[in-house]
Structure formats: structure tokens, C-alpha cells
């Protein structure tokens, strides 16, 4: 038997998820847009179609368990990423959990926090400013690596990632996917230290190996 859930007055306050990400083909598969990987990886292990446009972000909307949860792609680019974001949080008037690329992880490790700065990624200056400064935001870090030797940062951010790469972000879309519920169904405290616990160890093992 299959069954209709609605969004209604009387259900919990959804979470809404945002991976961040440049649209086109011509971004598809580089290192800045794991956020919207770990987006379609989490609606595919959910069952949720990414079918809609709403707020300037492909849109998409569902359960896990009981916790309602909406999931956005905002296709503003990058460095406009908090234009969507903020008219999002503001309609639905939602908590916020964002899925993005980080330089200063391991490739393939993964970080939940409660909050923070943008660390200069250009995606959450975004959306802080949209936020009117407010950092207070849970977010998933991703961890991408750093760019070899002299090789520009952004040059870095924009390449595909190589097979030994591609393989340990595979592994960490899944672990992502299973962090996610688990915040969903535990809370961001609980969740975050148990995630992190797991991460950390595998931090250890991967910082010293190349990419």
C-alpha cells in the first residue's frame, strides 16, 4: 500500500538540507560541487524527487521517519548561493543544514558542526550575508582536499576529481547520507558527536595520503 504524507500545521517544522554547487554539465563532477552530490545522493537514498524549481533552487521535498525534510540545489552559482538559501529559510521559516566542499579536510572525511564562519568559502559568505551576519546554522563539511604544490585554488576547485579521489568521495556521500538521517532522528548534539567520533579517526588515517 503506498501513502500520501503531507506537509501540514499540526507536523514537525522540517529541516531544510542545501547542498551548494554551480548548475551545467560543465560543473558536474569537479570538487566544488560535492554539496549538490551529497544532495542527490541523500534524495536517492530517500526516495525523494528532485523534481520542482523553487527560490531559484531545484527543489525536492519528503520524510525520513517521521522528520520532514526539504532539499534544495540552489542554480544561482556559487558565490550567490545564499540568494536562494536565504529566500528559503525565510519562507518556510526553517532550521538549516548545508552540505559543502571544504579544502581544509581530507579528501573523503567529513565534519558536523553547529555553526560557524565561511572560512572563505565564497558559497557560505553567501549565504551569511544573506542571513544578515547570523552564523548559527548547522553545516556538513566536506572534505575535498588541498591543491597540489603551487596549483591555483580555484583551478583546483573546478577539476574533476582523479580515480583514487572519485572513490573516497563515493565512500563519503554515503557515510553523509547516513549522518544526515541520523541528525534528523537524534538532534544536531547527539548526532555530531557520535558522527565526528567516526570522521575523526578516519581524518587520522587519510591526512598523510595523497590525492
Known sequence: MITRRCFCSSAPRPWLFVGLG?????????????????????AKAQGIEMNTLNCKAIFGQGFV?????????????MNLSGESTGALAAYYKLPLNRFHDDMDLP?????????????SHNGLKSVIYHF???????RLRIGIGKPPGQMDPKAFLLQKFNASARERIDTALQEGVEG????????????????NTEQKYK?????????
Open 107 to 119: 579528501c573523503g572525511v567529513l565534519h558536523l558542526q553547529d555553526k560557524g564562519g565561511h572560512g
Open 132 to 138: 544578515r551576519g547570523n552564523r548559527e546554522f548547522a
Open 65 to 77: 521517519g517521521d522528520a520532514p525534510l526539504l532539499l534544495a540545489k540552489p542554480q544561482t552559482y
Open 180 to 195: 544526515s538521517k541520523l541528525l534528523l532522528l537524534k538532534g544536531l548534539t547527539e548526532s555530531a558527536r557520535r558522527f
Open 22 to 42: 554551480n548548475p551545467g554539465d560543465k560543473y558536474k563532477g569537479t570538487r566544488h560541487n560535492v554539496g549538490f552530490e551529497m544532495i542527490d545522493a541523500f
Open 203 to 211: 581524518h587520522i588515517r587519510l591526512q598523510t595520503m595523497p590525492t
